[in-house]
């Protein structure tokens, strides 16, 4: 299947990250390439280090990059950016990008399970090494850990009753597809509520799928640890898809851009001093012309900061 990824707020990303031609870049989330291919194309010396957790991404980034040879290709979580950067003796870099979520390649092939539009086994693992699936989350979840995950991350209204519908679908057999668990959403919100607004798995999906991937889990530490790592004027891009996540962002980049623990108005004793300045004072967001061509980037948001 050809990997095909509109990339989102493309033009804006790159420009907000000053590429330096001689720098090391960092795309933590490499999809389609269509970001880690605008940083390449500003390199002379500079090289690029490219992570994906999902080895399908990685591979179809190899095939979309080959002309270029300064890029190192890392199967794994940017979580763990600090032990990737000491593997390849690699101390500081000039910048990172972080393009969260899921990529349309990931939407798009059928078995993995991420689209509520079409029947699959549940799944939703973007690292297929992974053992843990959709399907444990909606077969062996109690039904107060599903309503949570339900109401948490896909800030559903409904998710009580979506959480009490599972359960008792779950007493006649296993929910073992995708569109399954369509059906029993649907049943657990009332109609007059399904005709309004988007389809009405969508939430359930992006919350069983958050859980699934940890994708919330562990981000604040991971910019932290990608702040660190940069160089003094280097910056790092995130674009989220959610609320949730942006919410983390930003509040990662205030907390980084004012660390200090005193109370206000009284001298600082904690010592702790800046160690960013937030560049996008406002999320950059997609133009009406972006959303019009490519529906995905509706949600998205920009967020830039640059280390001091
Ligand atoms: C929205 S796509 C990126 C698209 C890319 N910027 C482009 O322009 O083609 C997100 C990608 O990030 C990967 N991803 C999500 N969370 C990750 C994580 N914690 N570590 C590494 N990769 C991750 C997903 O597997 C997916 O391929």
């Not at 500081?92 to 078995?111: A, N, T, W, Y």
């Not at 779950?170 to 007059?192: H, Y």
């Amino acid at each position: 299947m050809e990997y095909s990824h509109k990339s989102v707020l493309l033009k804006e990303t790159i420009e907000y990250l000053n590429i330096k031609p001689e720098g090391i870049y960092v795309d933590g989330t490499l999809g389609g390439g269509g970001h880690s291919e605008e940083i390449l194309k500003r390199l002379t010396k500079g090289k690029l280090i490219a992570i994906d957790r999902d080895l399908d991404a990685i591979k179809a980034g190899k095939e979309r990059l080959k002309n270029y040879k300064n890029v190192k290709y890392i199967n794994n979580n940017f979580k763990n950016i600090k032990e990737i950067l000491k593997s390849l003796g690699v101390d500081k870099v000039d910048g990172i990008i972080l393009d969260l979520g899921v990529s349309s390649f990931q939407l798009e092939e059928v078995e993995r399970g991420f689209s509520y539009m079409k029947d699959a086994p549940l799944d939703m693992r973007m690292d297929k090494n992974s053992t843990f699936s959709a399907y444990d989350v909606v077969n062996k979840y109690s039904q107060q850990e599903l309503e949570k995950v339900i109401r948490e991350y896909g800030e559903e209204k409904w998710a009580s009753r979506i959480a009490k519908f599972i359960v008792k679908e779950r007493e006649k057999g296993e929910i073992k597809t995708t569109f399954q668990l369509v059906e029993i959403i649907k049943n657990a919100i009332p109609a007059s509520a399904r005709r309004k607004g988007p389809h009405p798995a969508k939430r359930t999906f992006q919350a069983i799928r958050i859980e699934v991937n940890e994708e919330l889990k562990g981000l604040g530490k991971a910019i932290e640890d990608m702040v660190e790592v940069l160089r003094g004027k280097g910056r790092i891009a995130i674009i989220t898809f959610h609320s949730l996540e942006d919410r983390i962002v930003k509040n990662t980049f205030k907390k980084l851009e004012n660390p200090c623990t005193c109370p206000p108005n009284m001298p600082c004793i904690c010592g702790k001093k800046p160690v960013v300045k937030i560049i996008t004072k406002k999320p950059v967001v997609p133009s009406k012309e972006e959303i019009e061509t490519n529906s995905r980037s509706r949600s998205a948001k920009l967020r830039v900061a640059e280390k001091l």
